[in-house]
Every structure is written in structure tokens, then in C-alpha cells.
């Protein structure tokens, strides 16, 4: 079988198999379909049989990719200064600066202090160096600290062995639609050729996303003031929690008092008013107008003989 039958047979069968498609139409029939309209494994199997790629070729070779991220809470003097030290060390790492934001915070005194929050990406080999800085920063121990890793080989794997296939596949459909000669068959070609294009773009993305987070670590670094944790201590007394619970007791002995308050306003001055309406009221008449007719019998003289 020559090469333009066999070429011509595969048209054939892209234009049958859209045919039959076209019954099942919805409304996204302009748009993308995530699933070609033709299986990838009828373009596998004609590529083969007209002399082109081989379904079974074999993977690159790809190194081990593991995405190392880190977060960590540490105390400093000044947080503005540790935020532009830490952006600083980030740059001359080779990395950059993701985001920084630096605000006001309010403590339970009353007092006003600096806070701040930064996220950069430093290189993978260098992530440790980088954590060892960031500590520096203070002198005391991080609050917290995460390291967290994921192992996207198997994945990025994946997605390159779909590439190569794609990439195939398009080259395929490329010289078919260049050896058409009919305005319909170029047309049928074409759609699948954009569909596979299309796919190809999402998984190029999916893989330099995987290589760069591979690539550069991602630090996230909560940085607070010391006068934010630590507290005023003269000896082994903190005056400070001592006046912390004193006037958390106050708060508390206020609140019971306004509940109590709230209660007899709302509920037992009610219910008070009622008994006293329903009960009290009508004895307290029915006492007086029987004390008033016992006065009067005895005012009233005796009858004449």
C-alpha cells in the first residue's frame, strides 16, 4: 500500500469518525474539547503503519524533582529591618521576592507594634543557607518552623512522555493536512491539529511550572516584634501576667454583673409584674373593700326600740 493511500485512508477515517460526532453536538462545539474528537490511539496506530513515530519510545531519562517549600514565625528587634534584610539575602541568592506586607498590631495593653510578612524563592540548593539567615534574624529560637517536600517525578514524568507523544502527533497531522487536497479534508485535519496544539500549551505549562517550583524554594516568614511575646519580668515575677489576670477577673466580674442585670430587666422584672397583676392585686382589693364594709357596720348605730 503506497504512502497517498494510506494517507488518503486516514483522512477517511478523521472525516467518518467527525461525521458520526456530528449528531452529538453541544454547545460547545466552537470551543475546546479536552478530549480529541478522534482517540489518540487511532493516530498511534496509522502513524505506525504509515512509517511514522513509534507509540513505545522511550522515556528521557529525568532526574529525581522534588518541590521543597518552608515557613517559620521568628521574634526580632525591628520587623521592617529583618523584612529588607531578608528580600536583600533572597536577591543575591539568585531568587526574588514574592510578596512583603508590613502592618501595625495591637496588643492586649493597648500598644501599637510592628509586624511584618514576607514570601521569597531562593534557589533548592541553597534553601538550608537561606534558613540558616533567616534565623540570624533573631535572637532566640523560631516560634515554628516547616519544611515540607513533594516528590512530582512520577508526574513530571508523566507529563513529559505526554508531550513527546502530542508533539508526534501534531507533526503527523501537520504533513497530512500539507499532502490534502480537498478544502474539507485540510479542515478536518486542522480542527484535530489546533485541539492537540492546544493540549500541548497546557502541558508545557504544567512542566515549567513543576522546574521552576522545583527550581527555586518557596520561604514563608512571619516576623514579630519582641515586645509582641515577650513579657516584663522583674526576677521570676511577671508583673505583666499578674495584671493580665487581674483584669481579666475584672472583665469577668463585670460581665457577670451586666448578664445579671440583663436577666432581671428582661425576665424576672416581667415575670414579677405579672404575678403581681394576676395575684397580689386583686387580693390587696378584695382585702380593702371587705376591711372598709367591717368599718362601717361598726360606725353604723343600733336600730331604735
Same mark, same amino acid.
Given at each position: ?18 461525521a ?24 498511534? /496506530? ?16 529525568? /532526574? ?5 517549600d ?44 510592628p ?9 533548592? /540548593? ?14 532566640i ?6 519544611i ?16 513527546r ?21 485540510? !479542515? ?9 496544539? /492546544? ?50 477577673? !475584672? ?42 364594709r ?12
Amino acid at each position: 500500500m503506497s504512502a497517498k493511500i494510506k494517507i488518503a485512508w486516514f483522512v477517511l477515517l478523521i472525516g467518518a469518525l467527525l461525521a458520526a460526532g456530528c449528531g452529538a453536538r453541544s454547545a460547545t462545539e466552537m470551543g475546546y474539547s479536552e478530549q480529541p474528537l478522534v482517540p489518540q490511539e487511532v493516530f498511534v /496506530e496509522v502513524a505506525r503503519e504509515a512509517g511514522g513515530f513509534s507509540a513505545s519510545t522511550p522515556p528521557l531519562d529525568v /532526574e529525581r524533582l522534588v518541590i521543597k517549600d518552608a515557613s517559620l514565625t521568628i521574634v526580632v528587634d525591628d520587623p521592617s529591618a529583618s523584612m529588607e534584610a531578608i528580600g536583600q539575602m533572597a536577591e543575591e541568592m539568585g531568587g526574588f521576592i514574592v510578596s512583603a506586607q508590613l502592618y501595625q498590631t495591637r496588643l492586649e495593653s493597648g500598644a501599637e507594634v510592628p509586624q511584618a510578612s514576607i514570601t521569597v524563592r531562593v534557589p533548592a /540548593e541553597r534553601l538550608n543557607e537561606a534558613l540558616a539567615s533567616i534565623r540570624s534574624q533573631s535572637e532566640i529560637d523560631p516560634l515554628s518552623e516547616n519544611i515540607n517536600s513533594q516528590d512530582v517525578t512520577s508526574d513530571y514524568t508523566d507529563l513529559q512522555s505526554r508531550l513527546r507523544n502530542l508533539e508526534a502527533t501534531e507533526a503527523q497531522l501537520t504533513e497530512i493536512m500539507d499532502s490534502a487536497s480537498k478544502t474539507e479534508d485540510v !479542515l478536518a485535519v486542522y480542527s484535530q491539529l489546533s485541539q492537540v496544539r /492546544e493540549q500541548i500549551e497546557v502541558i508545557k505549562g504544567q512542566i515549567l511550572y513543576y522546574e521552576r517550583s522545583a527550581a527555586l524554594s518557596a520561604i514563608s516568614v512571619e516576623l514579630k516584634a519582641n515586645e509582641a511575646v515577650k513579657p516584663l519580668t522583674i526576677g521570676n515575677w511577671q508583673p505583666v501576667g499578674v495584671a493580665k489576670e487581674a483584669i481579666q477577673a !475584672l472583665i469577668n466580674a463585670l460581665k457577670f454583673l451586666a448578664d445579671a442585670a440583663i436577666w432581671i430587666v428582661l425576665l424576672i422584672l416581667p415575670v414579677l409584674l405579672v404575678l403581681y397583676v394576676v395575684f397580689v392585686l386583686p387580693f390587696t382589693l378584695l382585702l380593702r373593700t371587705w376591711r372598709k364594709r367591717r368599718s362601717s357596720r361598726k360606725q353604723a348605730p343600733p336600730p331604735a326600740e
